[in-house]
């Protein structure tokens, strides 16, 4: 049988695809990931920005113990049975400032390809010219790309923590907006042309792209957008620099006047996306459904 090279492609991925075959001999990147799940702020005081997002949201604060002081999660929806969830976590920052902590992907399969994600990630990040992967440095799969930027994998779907119980710092569904899921979260790389390199090889090809930005979308909705930093005093940080979370529709002016009250900054608003600043200065949007 003569096969042209686009009858051995399409052979070859299907090859790869065979249930029979185990993960250590399938090809698991890019991931196969329903996108962005959670997120996490470290601030100084957890309490204080645990009351601004649940001024904000109109929600339910779970919380748990955690290295002596509490960790609380602001779900982004109704909690299933199962505990299948969205959620903003917010810990304590220890004297390391205010800042965006990493963003999770949830990943189809996890617990049985975990290894092999991670040893294929090693393959092709060496092959690349990224050098060494050290592999996950953290509980539940968190590692840091070439700018030091933390991500996550978890088992799809992404569930609230078992330890985390319901918290009364706050009372719930008393905020101003309905959340439904994380929208966005935007990282400032330091070279665009190696970032989009490397996060190809995780999540595939990129929606958009250009000289100084790039999208990719994922199958939840949900977006990952890299921007390439730009090298002038106090703006040329590496860093998740905002993130975005879907909101049911709401009064943009009474939102406005209640973010202030919370002791937050509205920096823009187009009707569509409104962004502000928390309590802490950390950088958000509301997206519209």
């Not at 060494?132 to 992404?158: A, H, M, N, R, Y």
């Amino acid at each position: 049988m003569n096969l042209n090279r686009r009858d051995m492609v399409g052979m070859m991925a299907l090859l790869g695809t065979m249930p029979g075959l185990s993960y250590a001999e399938q090809r698991v990147l890019p991931l196969d990931t329903p996108g962005l799940d959670h997120l996490d702020v470290i601030v100084a005081d957890v309490e204080k920005s645990a009351r601004f997002y649940m001024g904000l949201f109109r929600t339910t604060l779970h919380a748990q113990p955690f290295q002596g002081g509490q960790r609380y999660f602001v779900l982004l929806g109704p909690l299933a049975e199962n505990r299948a969830v969205g959620y903003l976590a917010v810990g304590a920052s220890r004297g390391r400032g205010n800042y965006i902590g990493h963003f999770c992907t949830s990943v189809v399969n996890w617990r049985e390809s975990s290894a092999t994600v991670f040893a294929q990630m090693k393959q092709q990040f060496a092959a690349a010219g990224f050098g060494e992967f050290p592999g996950s440095t953290g509980v539940g799969g968190i590692f840091k790309d070439p700018d030091g930027i933390e991500i996550q994998f978890l088992p799809s779907p992404d569930t609230l923590v078992t330890a985390a119980v319901p918290s009364d710092l706050v009372p719930a569904q008393q905020g101003m907006i309905t959340p439904q899921r994380v929208d966005s979260a935007l990282l400032r790389v330091s070279s665009l042309k190696k970032a989009l390199q490397y996060y190809r090889m995780l999540y595939g090809k990129e929606r958009r792209s250009d000289a100084r930005s790039a999208e990719f979308a994922f199958r939840n909705g949900s977006r990952l957008l890299l921007e390439q930093t730009a090298y002038v005093y106090g703006q040329g940080q590496v860093q998740i620099a905002r993130f975005g979370i879907r909101v049911q529709p709401f009064d943009r002016a009474a939102a406005a006047e209640g973010i202030a009250r919370l002791g937050g900054k509205v920096l823009h608003d187009d009707g569509k996306v409104l962004r502000l600043q928390d309590v802490d200065g950390i950088e958000l949007e509301l997206v519209s459904a």
